[in-house]
């Protein structure tokens, strides 16, 4: 599968950007979808999964203010951000791994599109 990211910018703290994940070759159903940030000088960090059970998780961090969905006719993943803070500032990448199983580790995932910067604002 490949995977494409986009929707990333900058906004003040407080606003809100969604991210999204077009996917081609298989459907994002057949996959455990996942949201990454990686921030300067930090490790890659997970922010949301889904799997193809839709099974959703997300990072502590972004909790009641961050929403992945999935859109199985568009073979689209989402992640819609609100109330974004500075330290949400990273470059997000989407991946997709073949299983059933969240997994948080960057390692686990297969495929990965490339990243769209998010820029917040204090």
């Known amino acids: 599968v490949q995977l494409q990211a986009s929707g990333g910018g900058l906004v003040q703290a407080g606003g809100s950007l969604r991210l999204s994940c077009a996917a081609s070759?298989?459907?994002?159903?057949?996959?455990?979808m996942a949201w990454f940030r990686q921030a300067p000088g930090k490790e890659r960090e997970r922010v949301a999964t889904?799997?193809?059970?839709?099974?959703?998780t997300y990072a502590d961090s972004v909790k009641g203010r961050f929403t992945i969905s999935r859109d199985n006719i568009k073979n689209t993943v989402h992640l819609q951000m609100n109330s974004l803070k500075p330290d949400d500032t990273a470059v997000y990448s989407c991946?997709?791994?073949?299983?059933?199983?969240?997994?948080?580790?960057?390692?686990?995932?297969?495929?990965w599109g490339q990243g769209t910067q998010v820029t917040v604002s204090s």
């Open positions: 991946a997709a791994r073949l299983g059933r199983d969240t997994d948080y580790r960057p390692s686990a995932y297969d495929y």
């Open positions: 070759g298989r459907a994002v159903g057949s996959y455990v």
């Open positions: 889904i799997t193809s059970g839709s099974i959703i």
